[in-house]
């Protein structure tokens, strides 16, 4: 009775101390949001992934792709509000296994905020791209460029310290060159939203400075017509 109970009391405690390192590294919406995807079915190899941070998940993807997906095939949101290209790798395992038949791959934005160098994301982010043409080498993995932010109305401490455009540029040439690197197809959506003349995003598409209303997100999606149809 002694030895059963000392093996449970080790076990909550080994469950505790993941718990909190998990909390330490990651937010409760990502915990939120992969416990979610546990109880929705599998991924299987009929579906279009959306992988990346809260500019995924706040896209309405089964509504602004209507119409333009084959038979058969089905969009699924797999954005995390604050992700990065870290959390992502942490979380492939509830996407690889099913083999899905394309993967739109979006991060960079929120480890960028986390005052690292472009190299260093561009790191973390291969080791991403890596693990999906490993594992998943009949997927259709495209690489979607990092968007433009607008510095004046930017709300975030952390990417309105100083101007982050010259570093989400400098992202974006090193994702044009992992995307040749790994034979992938890079969709450069950044002109799509600067304002004219400007580097920054345009004013009408943000409220905070950083994430994007209905109206970009139909440009978006527009972009990608025609690699998901």
């Known amino acids: 009775m002694k030895k059963i109970f000392v093996l449970a009391l080790s076990f909550v405690v080994m469950a505790t101390g993941v718990y909190a390192q998990g909390k330490k590294k990651y937010s409760d919406h990502y915990y939120k949001r ?22 995924t998940e706040g896209g309405d993807w089964e509504s602004l792709f209507n119409g333009w997906l084959p038979a ?18 942490d979380r492939l395992h509830q996407i690889l296994p099913g083999n899905p038949k394309k993967i739109f791959l979006l991060v960079g934005v929120n480890d960028i905020s986390h005052q690292i160098t472009s190299d260093s994301v561009l790191i973390d982010i291969e080791k991403v791209v890596a693990e999906i043409v490993d594992k998943c080498p009949n997927t259709t993995l495209y690489i979607q460029s990092l968007l433009p932010y607008n510095y004046d109305k930017c ?11 010259h570093t989400i540029r400098r992202v974006n040439k090193g994702l044009r060159k992992m995307a040749r690197k790994y034979d992938l197809k890079y969709i450069y959506l950044y002109d799509y939203f600067k304002a004219p003349g400007s580097l920054h ?14 109206a970009a997100y139909k440009i978006w999606a527009n972009a990608l017509k025609k690699y998901v149809e």
């Open 72 to 89: 058969g095939i089905s969009v699924v949101n797999r954005g995390i509000v604050g992700d990065d290209a870290p959390g992502i790798y």
């Open 201 to 214: 995003m345009d004013g009408q598409f943000t409220k905070d400075g950083l994430h994007i209303n209905k």
């Open 34 to 55: 992969t416990a979610q995807f546990e109880q929705e079915r599998p991924i299987n190899s009929s579906d279009i992934v959306m992988l990346g941070d809260s500019l």
């Open 155 to 165: 709300i975030y401490k952390t990417m309105n310290k100083q101007d982050k455009t």
